[in-house]
């Protein structure tokens, strides 16, 4: 992950905000008071549903289990 001052980051707001969509690579701004992570949004969406369906009690064992179920025996109906 890439990292560059506040400063850097303010003169090139846009070039970076295309960077890190178009590449799919955060990256991290440093400030004088603390760091912040550019990420994009399609990024962000993604890690927020996935804290979601792991915070549903058995959701993470349910995954698990379907991708190592064959991709034969998946006609059955699941039964949440």
């Known amino acids: ?7 850097d980051a303010q003169n090139n707001l846009q070039e970076l905000i295309d960077q890190v969509a178009e590449q799919g690579k955060p990256v991290i701004i440093q400030g004088e008071r603390g760091n912040a992570i ?8 993604a890690i927020q549903e996935t804290l979601y369906l792991l915070s549903i009690p058995g959701m993470g ?5 379907g991708l ?13």
């Open 1 to 7: 992950m890439s990292s560059l001052p506040v400063n």
């Open 38 to 45: 550019l990420l994009a949004e399609k990024d962000w969406s």
């Open 61 to 65: 064992e349910s995954i698990k289990e």
């Open 68 to 80: 190592a179920t064959p991709i034969q025996e998946c006609d059955e109906e699941l039964d949440w």
